[in-house]
């Protein structure tokens, strides 16, 4: 069995940064909460994929934007159709792309900002490691 990961990340702007997610990058909504526990959250991902991602809001708590733009989640898309797919996804929906702090990014991808300054490599490579 392979393990599947969770990423979870509280955010001050949810429905912003669930239309970034869902819409710009084209991840489907798994499940949402509202009231858990004093949160609300949204889970978005691919139904098969061996991860999702997780953003939750506490009525009353901020929590601010990414610490530094080198805070980054990485796609690997080598098929050059799909990359390209999602890249013209993301700029359709008012999301350009921005420099990488990290200039081995842009080499082979492009950069995105998300709603709270995390960023989003889509990277038009194959997975090595």
Not at 45 to 74: I, K, M, N
Not at 80 to 94: I, N
Not at 98 to 112: E, I, Q, R, S
Request: aromatic letters at 12%; proline letters at 9%; hydrophobic letters at 40%.
């Amino acid at each position: 069995m392979v393990p599947k990961l969770r990423v979870a990340r509280p955010t001050d702007q949810l429905a912003a940064v669930v239309r970034f997610y869902r819409d710009g990058l084209g991840l489907q909504e798994l499940g949402s909460f509202t009231g858990h526990n004093g949160f609300d959250g949204v889970m978005l991902g691919q139904p098969q994929a061996p991860y999702h991602l997780e953003f939750t809001s506490r009525p009353g708590q901020l929590v601010g934007r990414a610490p530094t733009t080198d805070h980054l989640l990485v796609f690997y898309l080598p098929d050059r159709l799909e990359w390209q797919t999602a890249v013209d996804r993301l700029l359709a929906h008012g999301y350009p792309s921005v420099p990488a702090d990290n200039p081995y990014w842009d080499k082979l991808g492009l950069t995105f900002e998300d709603p709270d300054g995390y960023r989003v490599v889509l990277q038009q490579a194959a997975w090595s490691y």
